[in-house]
């Protein structure tokens, strides 16, 4: 066979397909391979039958694209791989892998002579397929070897035309910004769900107009993939049945894992995520569907809402909003925090306005933030931001009646209420903390730092 190709890809599930195409349709057709293929009649790529046809059929230096599932897979792929490559090859891990997996295989691989990046890919099949979001990071001098093809293949900002896709740092920078991206996603996928839980249990609207009521939301400010996608779900009809589909649906809410990770990671180096954290919460006790069901008997259901519908329709639009501003400030600076644990050096500047088309959690409000950004690239937190700042504050009355009202009726609100109570905190220039030192200090003698004076202070509690 002759080495007539600049990329292979391996993997040919929905999301290698969906690239496969996206690469040949701007330019950069792939040949491609998978163990177990089961491939669509309209899948026009060169497809060969074994590792050693599909690395012949590259051009030196070779690029080999994985898209296989995280964890072991990946690790077997690239061993597979390895006895036909040769120094200076470039292996490509599409998945969402763990960043500290890539960080490991970045070093090894590197040592051994290849190069290697990570990526983190977001939109899905569509995206995948049309344009994704795509966050590389690995090794340095790999990237201007796949800028044009990415960038080719990528989704693009509607704003300025910008494509999705950037640089992300070294080592596992492009798997964690990634992850944290999905986290931001775990966030703002709840707070939707619990405010249509509020309009639709507590306050009894109908999904046929709570359809309606975000599809209005999606021409404000409120705009994003999400809301669209939300407005159309409630609207689709069982075909069987006739009733609306989202009541059928049971509800345990899933996870692949990434919200975890970002939970996980944020409490080792030390970040507040509590939105990111209650989604992630949610999910757990979803799955919790027997014991929920004998808890309801035993305690009692959730209360109805008799006040003004419309008046609250209008305060669950402006606490989602700021609720959402809310779940971005804590995603971002948990990559501002782990820019400087793990030396990569991230620049909020360049991560923001890649996310504004292409992935999931793409949003009208993604271009405000990318001018925050590029206002004050050192931004200590996007709340701090005066556009921002305004937001919220115009914003507070509307976000507190709905989380009281949430209280009220017994509507669990995990991630709008920990939205609210992380901006209480972080505007109070006094905490409770000193209460919680003087504890550790009493059972511990972990000492204290004082207001008055410099210097670690133990005392002798009990005497």
Same mark, same amino acid.
């Given at each position: 066979m002759e080495s007539n190709y600049s990329l292979g890809i391996l993997g040919l599930g929905v999301m290698g397909r969906s690239l496969a195409k996206n690469f040949a349709r701007n330019g950069y057709p792939p040949v491609g391979y998978d163990l177990d293929p089961h491939l669509p009649d309209d899948f026009d790529i060169k497809v060969?039958? %074994?590792?050693?046809?599909?690395? /012949?059929?590259?051009?030196?230096?070779?690029?080999?694209?994985?898209?296989?599932?995280? @964890? &072991?897979?990946?690790?077997?792929?690239?061993?597979?791989?390895?006895?036909?490559?040769?120094?200076?090859?470039?292996?490509?891990?599409?998945?969402?892998?763990?960043?500290?997996?890539?960080e490991r295989r970045v070093k090894q691989l590197e040592q051994e002579g290849?190069?290697?990046?990570?990526? *983190?890919?977001? @939109?899905? !099949?569509? *995206? &995948?397929?049309?344009?994704?979001?795509?966050?590389?990071?690995?090794?340095?001098? &790999? +990237?201007?070897?796949?800028?044009?093809?990415? !960038?080719?293949?990528?989704?693009?900002?509607?704003?300025? @035309? !910008?494509?999705?896709?950037?640089?992300?740092?070294?080592?596992?920078a492009g798997h964690y910004v990634k992850m944290v991206h999905n986290g931001i996603e775990y966030g703002d996928m709840q707070l939707i769900a619990e405010i249509y839980d509020l309009l639709h249990r507590g306050a009894g609207i109908s999904n046929a107009d709570l359809a309606e009521i975000f599809a209005q939301w999606n021409t404000r400010e409120l705009r994003s993939y999400l809301i669209e996608i939300t407005a159309n779900i409630l609207t689709r009809m069982d075909e069987e049945t006739g009733r609306p589909l989202v009541d059928l649906i049971l509800d345990e809410a899933a996870q692949k894992g990434t919200g975890k990770w970002a939970s996980q990671n944020a409490l080792d180096i030390g970040a507040a995520i509590p939105t990111i954290n209650a989604a992630v919460e949610s999910r757990l006790l979803?799955?919790?569907?027997?014991?929920?069901?004998?808890?309801?008997?035993?305690?009692?259901?959730?209360?109805?809402?008799? @006040?003004?519908?419309? =008046?609250?329709?209008?305060?669950?639009?402006?606490?989602?909003?700021?609720?959402?501003?809310? %779940?971005?400030?804590? *995603?971002?600076?948990?990559?501002?925090?782990?820019?400087? !644990?793990?030396? +990569?050096?991230?620049?909020?500047?360049?991560i923001v306005p890649i996310w504004r088309a292409g992935c999931i959690i793409r949003a009208s409000m993604l271009g405000d933030i990318t001018h925050a950004y590029r206002r004050?690239?050192?931004?200590?937190?996007?709340?701090?931001?005066? =556009?921002f700042t305004q937001a919220v504050i115009s914003?507070?009355?509307? +976000?507190?009646?709905?989380?009281?009202? /949430?209280?009220?009726? *017994?509507?669990?609100m995990l991630a709008t209420s920990a939205s609210l109570a992380y901006y209480d905190a972080y505007r109070s220039e006094v905490l409770p903390a000193n209460l919680t030192q003087a504890q550790r200090d009493y059972f511990g003698a972990h000492t204290y730092r004082r207001v008055d004076k410099e210097g670690s202070f133990h005392t002798r509690w009990e005497d």
């Open positions: 060969v039958n %074994s590792l050693d046809e599909l690395v /012949a059929a590259l051009t030196p230096p070779r690029t080999l694209f994985l898209m296989v599932p995280a @964890g &072991a897979p990946v690790d077997a792929a690239i061993a597979s791989l390895k006895p036909y490559l040769q120094k200076g090859d470039l292996i490509i891990d599409g998945g969402n892998s763990f960043f500290a997996d890539t290849f190069q290697f990046i990570g990526m *983190g890919v977001s @939109g899905g !099949e569509s *995206g &995948a397929l049309w344009g994704p979001s795509m966050m590389p990071g690995g090794s340095q001098e &790999a +990237w201007p070897r796949v800028r044009a093809m990415f !960038e080719a293949i990528s989704a693009k900002a509607p704003e300025d @035309g !910008e494509p999705c896709v950037a640089w992300m740092g070294a080592g596992g979803s799955a919790l569907k027997p014991e929920r069901v004998v808890a309801a008997r035993v305690f009692g259901s959730a209360g109805k809402y008799t @006040g003004d519908k419309a =008046a609250l329709v209008a305060a669950a639009e402006q606490a989602l909003y700021v609720s959402k501003i809310i %779940s971005y400030a804590q *995603g971002l600076s948990l990559l501002k925090m782990a820019s400087q !644990e793990y030396n +990569w050096e991230l620049n909020l500047s360049q004050n690239p050192n931004l200590p937190n996007l709340l701090l931001d005066d =556009a914003r507070q009355a509307a +976000w507190r009646e709905v989380v009281q009202t /949430a209280v009220v009726l *017994g509507i669990p």
